[in-house]
């Protein structure tokens, strides 16, 4: 149990770390993928509504620290967000690839509503047919590919552990 939960906080770490410094520089279409809502999304999806609410908390303020204007801004809507993907934790399959990047996408998608509304609705920026063929499509469709890598590899790390623990 220690070792899982250490594991998650290293690569919440990690993933943040490179969001904040590799993947800036890898934009395609000038957006860059969202790791911290994949990692949120994948653990909510492998753990359940706990984990994702308190990993969602956690990478939400993170984000915060580094980019919001307000604190607890990406942190609520992180934790939201992993809380919802979190119900699907019945359903789950580690061969299946279909769900997770759907709810990738359609978390991305509500992300990307709610830091529209709360950064520039609020401020009186009306352009959302801009915004959205500018940001939240592309943002989407990268952060969906990039999805696919990270739950491959998040499921082979805890199957690890899971293995590992069975020994102990």
């Known amino acids: 149990?220690?070792?899982?939960?250490?594991?998650?906080?290293?690569?919440i770490v990690l993933a943040f770390i490179l969001w904040t410094t590799t993947f800036q520089s890898l934009k395609l279409a000038d957006v860059a993928p969202n790791i911290m809502l994949i990692l949120v999304v994948c653990?909510?999806?492998m753990r359940g509504r706990t984990s994702g609410l308190l990993i969602g908390f956690f990478c939400g303020l993170l984000s915060d620290m580094m980019y919001g204007t307000v604190v607890g801004l990406y942190a609520f809507g992180l934790m939201t967000i992993g809380f919802l993907c979190g119900h699907s934790q019945k359903v789950y399959f580690t061969d299946n690839y279909i769900l997770p990047c759907v709810l990738v996408g359609i978390s991305d998608f509500a992300y990307s509503i709610y830091y529209y509304v709360t950064e520039f609705l609020?401020?009186?920026?009306?352009d959302f047919k801009f915004y959205f063929l500018t940001v939240i499509l592309p943002e989407m469709i990268y952060t969906m590919l990039l999805a696919v890598v990270v739950f491959r590899l998040l499921t082979m790390l805890e199957s690890y552990l899971m293995k590992k623990r069975e020994e102990e």
């Open 43 to 45: 653990y909510a999806y």
């Open 122 to 126: 609020v401020r009186g920026r009306l």
């Open 1 to 11: 149990m220690i070792k899982r939960r250490l594991s998650t906080i290293i690569i």
